[in-house]
T-cell receptor, first 109, second 113 residues
Framework: GQNIDQPTEMTATEGAIVQINCTYQ??????LFWYQQHAGEAPTFLSY??LDGLEEKGRFSSFLSRSKGYSYLLLKELQMKDSASYLC??????????WGAGTKLIIKP | DGGITQSPKYLFRKEGQNVTLSCEQN?????MYWYRQDPGQGLRLIYY???????QKGDIAEGYSVSREKKESFPLTVTSAQKNPTAFYLC????????????FGPGTRLTVL
C-alpha cells in the first residue's frame, strides 16, 4: 500500500533550527509537496521537490532523496508564528496526492 | 483579490439531514478538489473535477455527492448515507496540470449532532 510517515509532534526553541522528516512509499513518484497548516486554517503551500537535492526558500528549505524515499523540511531562525502543522504529500503515478498525517511543531520561547 | 472561498466556516446539522458545503474560486483554475481532514490522519480525497460537467470519485466518495456546473463552483453535499460526517472539509483548486500546486480554501467544520 501507499504510505507517508512523519513524526506526530516536535518541539523546538525560538531562534533555533528544526528538521521535519518525511518518508514515503508510493506506487510511482511525481513529486513531493510540503504545506504549512495553522490550527483550524487552510494548508498553505511551502515547497515542491521532484528532483534530488535541496531547494532553499528564505528560512525554509526542502530536501529530497528519491532513492531513499525520503524528504525533510528545514526551518531556520524559528519564530513563534512557525508553530503549526507541517504536511508532507507525495504525488503517485496517477498524479494523486497521498498525504501524511502532519507534524505538529511547537515553538517555545 | 483572487482566491478560494468556502462557506460557512462552521456548520451544525442534525443526524439524517443532507447538507451542502459551498466552494467558489476566482483563480480561473480548471481543477477543483474536496478533501476531508480528521484528527491524526492525512487529508483524504472525496471527489475531484478537472473540467466543467465532469468529476471523479476519490478514495472516500461514499455518502457524498458533487456537481460542477460552472468553472468557479464545486459544491459538496454530505448526505445522510455518510456514516461519520463530522470533520473539517477543505476545498482546493489548481490549474489542472498534473503537478500543479493545489491551493486551499479556509475550510468548513461540519458537526453533526
Amino acid at each position: 500500500g501507499q504510505n507517508i510517515d512523519q513524526p506526530t509532534e516536535m518541539t523546538a526553541t525560538e531562534g533555533a533550527i528544526v528538521q521535519i522528516n518525511c518518508t514515503y512509499q508510493t506506487s510511482g513518484f511525481n513529486g513531493l509537496f510540503w504545506y504549512q497548516q495553522h490550527a483550524g486554517e487552510a494548508p498553505t503551500f511551502l515547497s515542491y521537490n521532484v528532483l534530488d537535492g535541496l531547494e532553499e526558500k528564505g528560512r525554509f528549505s526542502s530536501f529530497l532523496s528519491r532513492s531513499k524515499g525520503y524528504s525533510y523540511l528545514l526551518l531556520k531562525e524559528l519564530q513563534m508564528k512557525d508553530s503549526a502543522s507541517y504536511l508532507c504529500a507525495c504525488m503517485d503515478s496517477n498524479y494523486q496526492l497521498i498525504w501524511g498525517a502532519g507534524t505538529k511543531l511547537i515553538i517555545k520561547p | 483579490d483572487g482566491g478560494i472561498t468556502q462557506s460557512p466556516k462552521y456548520l451544525f446539522r442534525k443526524e439524517g439531514q443532507n447538507v451542502t458545503l459551498s466552494c467558489e474560486q476566482n483563480l480561473n483554475h480548471d481543477a477543483m478538489y474536496w478533501y476531508r481532514q480528521d484528527p491524526g490522519q492525512g487529508l483524504r480525497l472525496i471527489y475531484y473535477s478537472q473540467i466543467v460537467n465532469d468529476f471523479q470519485k476519490g478514495d472516500i466518495a461514499e455518502g457524498y455527492s458533487v456537481s460542477r456546473e460552472k468553472k468557479e463552483s464545486f459544491p459538496l453535499t454530505v448526505t445522510s448515507a455518510q456514516k461519520n460526517p463530522t470533520a473539517f472539509y477543505l476545498c482546493a483548486s489548481n490549474g489542472g496540470g498534473h503537478t500543479d500546486t493545489q491551493y486551499f480554501g479556509p475550510g468548513t467544520r461540519l458537526t453533526v449532532l
